[in-house]
């Protein structure tokens, strides 16, 4: 029989007696702390840029639900819009430039403005 062991994960203090010898944590619910843990370490920066995403793509909904097509840039900025976390920027045959948000294009309509479109589903 193993001797006993300190649990491996770095929330836990817990001293068990291992049933085998390759057991290093104490239950299974710490062995899903501990690698949820180390995971949340290793993509911080994706899931900093998924939250911010997420953000972004429920101010433009919300938006677009209460019958809005075109809004300024500042008046995103002012609300929460983090426009550095936009993906797929796309450029029409004009050069105008547009955002996938969510359901919908975010279009460079203007310096100071957006319009925004739902994207159809055989886009």
């Known amino acids: 029989m193993a001797l006993p062991t300190n649990c491996q994960n770095p929330e836990c203090d817990k ?3 291992r049933k085998n010898s390759k057991q290093i944590y104490c239950s299974l619910n710490c062995k899903n702390r501990a690698n949820y843990i180390k995971f949340s370490i290793e993509n911080a920066d994706e899931i900093i840029w998924q939250k911010n995403y997420k953000k972004n793509a ?6 677009y639900t209460t019958g809005i097509r075109k809004v300024y840039k500042t ?3 002012q609300i929460g819009f983090d ?3 936009l993906k797929c920027q ?4 004009k050069g105008v430039a547009y955002f996938e948000v969510g359901m919908y294009w975010l279009i460079d309509y203007s310096i100071e403005e957006y319009e925004i479109q739902k994207i159809l ?3």
């Not at 429920?58 to 938006?63: Q, R, S």
């Not at 796309?90 to 045959?93: G, L, M, S």
């Open 15 to 17: 001293i068990f007696q």
């Open 58 to 63: 429920k101010i433009v909904d919300d938006i």
């Open 75 to 77: 008046t995103l900025n």
């Open 83 to 85: 426009k550095n976390y």
């Open 90 to 93: 796309k450029k029409t045959t």
């Open 121 to 123: 589903q055989n886009e």
